[in-house]
């Protein structure tokens, strides 16, 4: 069984950056394509990024291109989200997905598409 475990999340002033980290045990997280997604109150859950195995094949949606950075290191199993120049209208609860793939070159932005889920970390910004 794959176990996925937020970390990083918390209070941050607008302008400011986190970075949020999903360990992968269970399985090692190079077999899978790997998503962050988003939930705020009141709000459909929404993709951010999304990586496939070969780590250079990525989304963002576009209220966050130039400014998160998504990436993997599969020898910790773990991705990474890294967070800057945050807004309040990122606040939200963050999630990490894996989907198992064996293209190296897939990545998908669909919430149903993804096997497994982490239990989410809080971001909240500031003004």
């Known amino acids: 069984q794959v176990r996925l475990v937020e970390s990083g999340g918390g209070l941050v002033q607008a302008g400011g950056s986190l970075r949020l980290s999903c360990a992968c045990s269970g399985r090692t997280i190079s077999l899978y394509a790997v998503g962050w997604f988003r939930q705020a109150p009141g709000k459909e859950r929404e993709c951010v990024a999304s990586?496939?195995?070969?780590?250079?094949?990525?989304y963002y949606a576009d209220s966050v291109k130039g400014r998160f950075t998504i990436s993997r290191d599969n020898a910790k199993s773990t991705a990474y989200l890294q967070m800057n120049s945050l807004k309040p209208e990122d606040t939200a609860v963050y999630y990490c997905?894996?989907?198992?793939?064996?293209?190296?070159?897939?990545?998908?932005?669909?919430?149903?598409?993804?096997?497994?889920w982490g239990q989410g970390t809080q971001v909240t910004v500031s003004s």
């Open positions: 990586v496939a195995l070969s780590g250079d094949t990525t």
């Open positions: 997905a894996v989907k198992r793939s064996t293209s190296y070159y897939y990545y998908t932005i669909a919430a149903r598409e993804y096997d497994y």
